[in-house]
T-cell receptor, first 116, second 110 residues
Framework: ETGVTQSPTHLIKTRGQQVTLRCSSQSGHNTVSWYQQALGQGPQFIFQYYREEENGRGNFPPRFSGLQFPNYSSELNVNALELDDSALYLC???????????????FGPGTRLTVL | AQRVTQPEKLLSVFKGAPVELKCNYSYSGSPELFWYVQYSRQRLQLLLRHISRESIKGFTADLNKGETSFHLKKPFAQEEDSAMYYCALIRTPYGNKLVFGAGTILRVKS
């Protein structure tokens, strides 16, 4: 059973550009959540995908969008990058929608995005 | 809205000393509480969950609904406990996002 993987590991972009981050969920997991972790802060929920549909969104503008594919892998797209988008982006996967203790979600290593 | 507060950015203790990492939350309903840990160069991972009432690596945490707290405790700190610790909650039922605190760095000195 492979864990959650994310690519790329690091990325440098300039203001106004667009970026796509990728996540492969753990085997058997059909729910993927994305979090943004700014320096010195805890992770903040961006959105969640279940069976290829968005299922919940945090307080992020529409320029943050996503996709989930039939194999349950996922992409996070950010348009019109701003300096404040510089952060570690984490992906987490779990089986089903149940977010309770008995359905643990597993985090990937993250993608470090730097916007200059 | 739900909020999680971890008042200490850094907690430094000597090996063998007791540890208490504080976590307070605000949520009008019945949340489910978790502690996550991130060791150096490793990914974020679940340490323990309040509903299981378990002890993991010697750590325990009790949910105090009256004080809206979920402090993490260990009677005798070990050097390998040094890590970043995050308290998190999810609203029930039907919560779909974890709400994290800002985290506390635990440094165990020899």
């Amino acid at each position: 059973e492979t864990g959650v993987t994310q690519s790329p590991t690091h990325l440098i972009k300039t203001r106004g550009q667009q970026v796509t981050l990728r996540c492969s969920s753990q085997s058997g997991h059909n729910t993927v959540s994305w979090y943004q972790q700014a320096l010195g802060q805890g992770p903040q929920f961006i959105f969640q995908y279940y069976r290829e549909e968005e299922n919940g969104r945090g307080n992020f503008p529409p320029r943050f969008s996503g996709l989930q594919f039939p194999n349950y892998s996922s992409e996070l797209n950010v348009n019109a990058l701003e300096l404040d988008d510089s952060a570690l982006y984490l992906c987490a996967s779990r089986r089903g929608l149940d977010q309770t203790s008995y359905n643990e979600q597993f985090f990937g290593p993250g993608t470090r995005l730097t916007v200059l | 809205a739900q909020r999680v507060t971890q008042p200490e950015k850094l907690l430094s203790v000597f090996k063998g000393a007791p540890v208490e990492l504080k976590c307070n939350y605000s949520y009008s309903g019945s949340p489910e509480l978790f502690w996550y840990v991130q060791y150096s160069r490793q990914r974020l991972q679940l340490l323990l969950r309040h509903i299981s009432r378990e002890s993991i690596k010697g750590f325990t945490a009790d949910l105090n609904k009256g004080e809206t707290s979920f402090h993490l405790k260990k009677p005798f700190a070990q050097e390998e406990d040094s890590a970043m610790y995050y308290c998190a909650l999810i609203r029930t039922p039907y919560g779909n996002k974890l709400v994290f605190g800002a985290g506390t760095i635990l440094r165990v000195k020899s």
